[in-house]
């Protein structure tokens, strides 16, 4: 059956004044192609890849440049990174983050503690880490093994070395809207969107998920931005209706592919910090929470899985690690 549709494009420039300051709405933008297209056909320009890992090694050469700063006054950061048990992700992303601080100049401290570890004994480590002077950033990658109490080691941390920004004075901070540790990546995906779109303010930003990590911090931040949030999670009444109203949708629900095309608004900017790794007829890949073939047919812009979200919130724990190093020495 053929059926034709009239759609456009909205076009969003990478500079800072994207939108019409008199006014500040989506029909600010320059709409700069309307077309007519069979649904079936796939005539339409799809959405243009957000590249993290470009924007990415921008923020890691900042950082090395802020490392060699301080070396010359004779500081060297250090970040202390704790990995207990065996989660093969999770020696994954610490590797990773190993092999950037080192490319960056930082020292690196690595604790690989095993799967056995008890609570007390990883709370004494860190209680070495928060008094040693030459330690800057302490990170203890979660998940943590069911038998240690996740908040309890979290608030151990001392708040200054905090890089993942997790402590509780460091969330009561950025809420008030003080300089503070903010955790990285959501500090990443603000990064990404105001290289996208520059100016974030009088945007709608629907937040999908309402994790300590991602998802409340990531709303924070978008508010401080001057957008109007909304947080969707599982118990939101039609979600997609929500996310439709859109301008920027980030999506950090642990939900592999579940937004596609029908909960968008055409010419939204896509934030997909899902990792999530699926089955194939010919073994698995990563995907994220948005169903990327789908989403790109109607979005403007769109983070890729991987290559979008992932690099960024590595560059922010480095950026993190030097932000500590100083107020440390404040
Ligand atoms: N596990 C998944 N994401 C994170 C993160 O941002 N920080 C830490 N410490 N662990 C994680």
Known sequence: MSH???????????????????FKSLVGLLFIQTTVTHSMS?????????????????????????????ASQGVLPALAV?????DPASHVYVRNKLQRAEEVGI???????PESTGQAELLQLIAELNTDPAVNGILVQLPL?????????????D????????HRENVGGLVQGAEVLTPCTPSGCMRLLQETCGDLSGLHAVVIGRSNIVGKPMATLLLQAHCSVSVVHSRSVDAAALCRLADIVVAAVGRPQLIDASWLKPGAVVIDVGINRIETETGSRLVGDVDYASARTIAAAITPVPGGVGPMTIAYLLKNTVIATRLQRA
């Open 4 to 22: 034709w549709s009239l759609r456009g494009r909205w076009y969003i420039p990478a500079t800072p004044q994207r939108l019409d300051p008199s």
């Open 42 to 70: 796939n005539s339409l320009p799809l959405a243009r890849d957000i590249d993290g890992k470009a924007i990415a090694a921008r923020v890691l050469e900042e950082v090395r440049t802020d490392v060699a700063g301080l």
């Open 82 to 86: 704790l990995l207990v048990g065996d």
């Open 107 to 113: 020292r690196s401290l690595e604790y690989r503690l």
């Open 145 to 157: 093994p069911a038998h240690i109490e996740e908040q309890a080691v979290i608030q151990a941390i």
């Open 159 to 166: 708040p200054i070395k905090d890089v993942d920004g997790f």
